[in-house]
């Protein structure tokens, strides 16, 4: 059965255990009286500039040009500026941390899902040569037949910097992408802001892979309409001193059925019909290819993540429940009686914020029924997977076949210079949920990558890119598009 559309507003009222709206209360009173500055960071975000801060960021200064600029260095993005450099673009990446990798790294997100169906490889082109990299020192391993790929967080921050540099791309680290400049609907500029303050980059073609579309929106690009109930955000966690020999193989996703710690979630359901347990998903763990240490997603609450108000709340309560739940783990589940809290991830895991509306917004339907399109560019073969944000439920359509993703879906009518890739693609919200991933998020920022490149040599609107000579770019790449 094909999993049906959400609907708008939560079908299902909290399990009476769930207290999270009370703390999240509790949460915000207490950061609006923390050192009389969390009150202003917590105002609702406005695009609108103060005079002052429109004048200053009219007079930042113009720091480069070039062809291509790709806004966000996670998943879609750096591959997305490595295939714009490789394409003969003068690229600039930037990016808000100091790392490459986004939800991979800076989010602890993992494993790298996926790469295989039924025992075949869907996914190649430089998503898969990055996995060749990555496994070469020793930071991957690739679970058969699913072709989820385990990693070492801090190898992929390596590998990631390593092939945007070998690609000639120039790196903005640190830095925060906070406007943009318009003739009309074409992108001119994009402002960021760093230790040097507020700086300008000039580019032909701009490429969003900020995640939650930051730079479409303030360009003007029109929005899917979000559902109220949008799926949860998590804060993952790493622990050492785990005993991994202890855990079954499934269970440190190696590419086998029952990934899910279904003992550890009977104990949380037991233990919430007498005591406050948090919302909690899963729970799923990853191994780091580390002995002894795990990544762990159990933690889940309902937030939009590109409201400051409602990101901020999240990280502070997740931050709480992360502690609850390892010390629940070190009282009941005996791998991890002596586990320790190495680290929780710089930023909370995030699932569905702003979707585009593109030049055609792919339907569930079309994506589970592997229909094929004369402009296809990426594939997906990840579960469609949505999960509750109010309860520890997950619905999950496992696919028969791959998806296809469309390039126009990467584009929004009228925007000439303007390509999007990764989350925010134009999917409905069952296409979204599974195309989300990282596999797939990279494989769009290659298609975007070689499209703003040719588009380039061609002088052409993104809209009017030769599809033919696209495809053939990235099939010659080691793309797996049919």
Not at 25 to 45: D, H, Q, R, T
Not at 296 to 322: H, K, P, S
Not at 324 to 330: A, G, K, S, W
Request: proline share 6%; with cysteine.
């Amino acid at each position: 059965m094909k999993p049906k559309p959400r609907k708008t507003k939560p079908t299902n009222t909290p399990p009476a255990n769930d207290d999270t709206h009370s703390r999240r209360a509790f949460l915000s009173g207490c950061a609006k009286g923390i050192g009389g500055v969390a009150v202003a960071g917590l105002a609702a975000p406005s695009l609108l500039a103060t005079p002052a801060e429109a004048s200053r960021q009219a007079a930042a200064p113009v720091v480069g040009e070039y062809d291509v600029v790709v806004c966000g260095g996670g998943p879609a993005g750096f591959i997305a500026a490595v295939a714009a450099a490789r394409g003969g673009a003068r690229t600039a990446l930037v990016e808000r941390y100091g790392f490459l990798g986004g939800m991979a790294t800076a989010g602890l997100v993992s494993p790298i899902s996926v790469f295989n169906l039924n025992g075949r490889r869907v996914i190649g082109g430089t998503p898969w040569e990055f996995i060749e990299k990555l496994s070469a020192i020793g930071g991957a391993g690739v679970d058969l037949p699913r072709g989820n790929v385990t990693f070492c967080p801090e190898k992929y921050k390596l590998v990631a910097q390593r092939m945007v540099i070998d690609a000639g791309v120039t790196l903005y680290l640190h830095s925060y992408l906070t406007d943009c400049r318009q003739n009309g609907r074409a992108l001119s500029h994009v402002v960021i802001e760093n230790k040097n303050g507020a700086q300008t980059l000039a580019a032909k073609y701009f490429i969003d892979c900020t995640g939650d579309a930051d730079l479409a929106l303030r360009a003007g690009v029109p929005m899917q309409p979000a559902p109220e109930n949008l799926q949860p955000a998590s804060l993952i966690f790493m622990l050492g001193n785990v005993d991994t020999d202890a855990i079954p193989p499934n269970r440190l996703r190696h590419g086998l059925p029952g990934s899910q710690d279904t003992d550890f979630r009977a104990i949380l359901q037991k233990l919430s019909k007498t005591q406050k347990i948090p919302l909690f998903g899963g729970p799923w763990y990853n191994s780091t290819l580390a002995k002894g240490v795990v990544v762990v997603n159990i933690t889940r609450t309902a937030a939009n993540m590109a409201d400051n108000r409602e990101a901020t709340e999240a990280e502070c309560l997740l931050r709480e429940d992360v502690h609850t739940f390892v010390d629940l783990l070190r009282k009941h589940a005996p791998a991890f009686r002596d586990a320790t809290l190495l680290t929780t991830a710089t930023q909370t895991g995030i699932r569905e914020t702003r979707r585009i509306l593109g030049a055609h917004t792919l339907t569930g339907d079309e994506y589970l029924a592997a229909t094929k399109f004369p402009d296809t560019i990426a594939r997906g073969c990840h579960p469609v997977d949505i999960h509750s944000s109010n309860s520890a439920r997950q619905r999950a359509e496992y696919l028969k076949q791959p998806g296809n993703v469309p390039y126009r879906c990467l584009h929004s009518p009228g925007f000439p210079n303007l390509l999007v890739a990764g989350r925010p693609f134009s999917g409905d919200e069952v296409a979204s949920a599974s195309v989300r991933v990282q596999a797939s998020a990279m494989c769009l920022g290659q298609a975007a990558g070689a499209a703003a490149a040719l588009c380039l040599a061609d002088n052409r609107d993104v809209s009017q890119v030769n599809i033919g000579r696209l495809r053939e770019t990235l099939i010659q790449s080691g793309a797996i598009l049919d």
